[in-house]
């Protein structure tokens, strides 16, 4: 298929564009097959240049001749654009809302971006399975890397390495896989070097109605554990889901079988029920009646910060049985790739000091999110403008993203980003001209050829120009487990990413800047203080010399 | 070996400090002994063995008190054998544990009561330094007690909660009745800012930093149209105005005098500010007692007429009623009312509701009920967050605050602003105006001179609105926090404009601590009258000359700060404000870093 077929009008003059902070400018709207661009005429320079793949909804209306369209997109801005002609109206609205939904992965924009930056690191290769496992091996031998999914067949959600305990060989794996949803057998998260006690995750046992076991998914469980040691299974569900899940062919660990390990229920909200919430939360902040009990009232309605809680929570348990009770730790719920990696990636962020630092959180991303088989895809296929009942998308990423947030704001010295890194993930887990967010799993990108086709997001973030942008001035390396506050007063809405476009943030961007000249001014003073004294510390000795003799 | 400084009075006059040593073995007593005795001996109004000299009921100058101005005074029971501090204190001293909430360790030590203080003396081998709190700041205490110890929960009025294990059921006993009748003591010249001699201040300095002739200066700089008239000298005119005050040159004192007598407890039109680059002024006053039968008064009226002769041509007036409609024209059966439209040709009359009073209060309470509760869901936050309407308060004293200085810097309009007494709202609405117009009232010492000319010499009475803070169990019967709900919103322009203001959220918790109990006397009594009686200026420090130190500066600055000749415009909108955590959680969330 040709993009040109879904372009019926290319190009109109005499548009106004509206958006947000800018006053509105007229200009000449070009399409193309992955763009929609505005440039004023007089000088020729663009006003906007919008991926299609980041329109999320469109809705068009029309005034005598003159037609409107109103772009909303999926980093929640919202776009407007007067169109003269009716017919050119409807032929770009058209055209639009086909450029915006292609079926196809392949016609993606990351397969025709050819990046103008030179690369000086590929991102595809940064963070590999067998260098994270290095870390760990120099702290335990307790664990191997196993290629048992190499061709995908065991779980087709896996990546092709995955961190396995030593005493299971690749023949119980295959078995165990086949007792796990999704056959997501019980792999490593985390290995916390300071006591030696690991976060695993997996799917749910298919223990279904007639109580079901597998003899090897036990042995495996309790290989992890060291001995006379107990060990915790947080399932993210609560036991009355748990238990329902049976009749469906899921269920959980029986404590009988697994007689070392406590299980633990914690409710965390499924992804239908987070993309609900996410519209609402997105329409109480475009609310513009002015109403403060309305709005507070629609803010609760949403019931946003309420799954925030329940996900820190969780995670702060999680972290809680490693650090303080020295137990660890299996982490579950249905499918093993949503709220588990939620709570597995905050745990993380909460325990090790890397996974606070720029590396440390790309590779944290990596591993349990990309690697661990989020299903991007469907879940950021649409954003909170979208009218369509679709069966998959979900905030999942974005609930993480703003739980660490949360934690940054406690913590503003403790991690090497900023907030606009984590709104650049946002960003581009929605719609990116890089390929690092699409498909579901290591086993699509593979056949997307991903890694010879795109461009990933880290060749582009790792620069120095970039980094830059993104790097926490206040940074101060903290050794130390963090514990986040998770009483409700302590958790605020996310503005940075919700209220971006309502609220100008020029005066809270002019304070940042002033805060970063202060901070080098006073590094500075600092370097100069530093060579003041090694100059008195000479001098003085000098004269201790020449006195001396 | 520490060493804190206790100062006394003699006999009411005189005062003279000294510095005693604490942390030996009977420092307690020492503490004690030194207490001072007799103080109300002195002058109880015109009682022989007063000192004429310094007896400020004596002078010819001073009206004669009024039964409220006596019990405000001298507390509820001013007899000649007043009593002593020391017959409150009933246990001098036990051992006990202070509980400083969840990140503070706790400290072991001797408590004391003395007149002002409570006082914790650490054991011989503590480290920690001797811990003091002003018993004013006791909001509410509750005791209980279990076997042969006790315990004291004490909320203080800067929302703090502090618990004491004490050792001895008597002893819980006596230290908590102390404590109950040593803080709700309403005497003001017994007050401790009466004895507070810190090192390094001298009486006197910086009462006169920002009296309202200096703000003149600068009006006068502007402009010729207002003149300083000191026809309330004597403050018989309107007792909660200063001597002083600012007013339309063309209008004599005989006028003002008249026009003070249309206008509730004779708060007439005086100016608030001068905007130079519009020419157009801000006023604020109380309601017109128009009363049932619509009176009317010829000199309020040329008063608001030569309002807009003197201001640029063609400038036209609104006058800003922080009641509604319907509760302005209710006023009328009490004696009140508003403005007739044909009676005042070129001022348009515009409602804009704000709550005062003992709604505040309850919307106060009912918010730090909320923060208090940690262990809660996140609905069940929103919803009590919800429920106390404090942002929604915030909101609309912001947006009226906007909407006057709109009229004065968009429309070219001048802005008189009253609701009924014309201390409370209206203040908190004229001095906003200013912070969004004037660059200078930004700065620290503009900030510092506002809040002395807009809040404390305009009579708002900090006495009765400040008396009990959220904790208290009293029922409210003046209190209301108008001023912190001032201080709040100027949080929020801060957040919004972080590079605006030269003053940190530092001085803004400064003053409501301040306002509430302090051991300056900037804050005390409800007027400038009141503050003259009591001679509040030569007899205590002022807050702003302790806040002025150097040392203090730094706590209080904001590094960003970038002055701007510009007007801020805050958004108003509900998703822009926010709960004010610095404060509200501000012993709750200590861990909060920045």
Sequence with gaps: MEFAELIKTPRVDNVVLHRPFYPAVEGTLCLTGHHLILSSRQDNTEELWLLHSNIDAIDKRFVGPLGTIIIKCKDFRIIQLDIPGMEECLNIASSIEALSTLDSITLMYPFFYRPMFEVVEDGWHSFLPEQE??????????????????????????????????????????????????????????????????????????????????????????????????GYIIDTRSLNVAQQARAKGGGFEQEAHYPQWRRLHKSIERYP???????????????????????????????????????LTTAC????????????????????????????????????????????????????????????????????YCNSKQKWESPVFLLFLDCVWQILRQ???????????????????????FGTFLGNNESERCKLKLQQKTMSLWSWVNRPSELSKFTNPLFEANNLVIWPSVAPQSLQLWEGIFLRWNRSSKYLDEAYEEMVNIIEYNKELQAKVNVLRRQLAELETEDGMQESP | MDEIEVSLTGSGRGPRSEVLAVGGGNSCETVRSLLPRGLLNSCPAGVASCPASSCPFRSPRWPRLTLQESVLLLGPRPTPSAMEFSELIRTGRAQAKLLRGPEVPPLHGTLCVTGHHLLLLPGPQATSDLWLLLLRSVDSIEKRVSGDSGTITLRCKDL??????????EATRDIARSIEALSSLESVITSFPFFYRPKGLRLGDAWHFHPPERYYKRVARETNAWRLSEVNE??????????????????????????????????????SYHHAPSGTVLLRSSQPLTGPQKRHCAEDEELLWAVLAGARPGARGFILDTRSAQAAKQARVTGGGTEARAAYPGWKRLHRPLERGRPLQESFVRLVEACGYLEQSTDCWRSRLEACHWLGHVKEALSTACLAAQAMEREGACVLVHGAEGTDSTLLVTSLAQLILDPSSRTVAGFQELVEREWIQAGHPFQLRCAHSAFSHARPKHEAPTFLLFLDCVWQLGRQFPLSLEFGEGLLL?????????????????????????????????????????????????????????????????????????????????????
């Design chain 2, 234 to 271: 004597d403050f018989s005119l309107c007792p909660s105005y200063p001597r002083a005050v600012i007013v339309p040159r063309a209008v004599d004192d005989d006028a003002l005098a008249r026009c003070a007598r249309f206008r509730q407890g004779g708060r007439f039109p005086v100016l």
């Design chain 1, 273 to 311: 029920i987070l993309q609900e919430s996410l519209i609402k939360l997105v329409e109480a902040c475009n609310d513009q009646t002015h109403n403060m009990d309305r709005w507070l009232g629609r803010l609760e309605a949403s019931n946003w910060l309420t799954h925030i809680k329940e996900i």
């Design chain 1, 133 to 230: 496992f290095e870390l760990y091996s120099s702290a335990t031998s307790e664990w191997r890397l196993s290629y048992v999914n190499k061709e995908f067949a065991v779980c087709p959600s896996y990546p092709p390495i995955v961190i396995v305990p030593k005493p299971i060989d690749d023949e119980a794996l295959r078995k165990v896989a086949t007792f796990r949803h999704g056959g997501r057998f019980p792999v490593l998260s985390y290995y916390h070097k300071k006591n030696g006690m690991v976060i695993m995750r997996s799917g749910q046992p298919l223990t279904g109605t007639n109580g079901r076991r597998c003899k090897e998914d036990e042995k495996l469980i309790n290989a992890t554990l060291r001995a006379g040691k107990r």
């Design chain 2, 510 to 594: 400064a003053l409501f601590e301040h306002a509430y109990a302090s051991p300056f006397g900037t804050f005390l009594c409800s007027s400038e009258k009141e503050r003259c009686l009591c001679e509040v200026r030569t007899r205590t420090h002022s807050l702003w000359s302790g806040l002025n130190q150097p040392k203090e500066q730094r706590k209080l600055r904001n590094p960003l700060y970038v002055p701007s000749p510009l007007a801020i415009w805050p958004s108003v909108e509900p998703q822009s404000l926010r709960l004010w955590q610095g404060l509200f959680l501000r012993w709750t969330r200590p861990n909060l870093q920045r």
């Design chain 2, 160 to 169: 703090r909660v502090l618990q004491l294990d004490i050792e001895g059921v």
């Design chain 1, 411 to 433: 913590f503003p010295c403790s991690f090497e980003f900023n907030e606009n890194f984590l709104i650049m993930l946002f960003e581009h887990a929605y719609a990116s001209q």
């Design chain 1, 317 to 384: 348990l999680a972290a809680q049985c490693i650090d303080r009770e020295g137990a660890s730790i299996l982490i579950h719920g249905t499918e093993g790739t949503d709220s588990t990696l939620q709570v597995t990636s905050l745990a993380q962020i909460i325990l090790e000091p890397r996974s606070r630092t720029i590396r440390g959180f790309e590779a944290l991303i990596e591993r349990e999110w990309l690697q661990a088989g989020h299903p991007f895809q469907q879940r950021c296929a649409q954003s909170a």
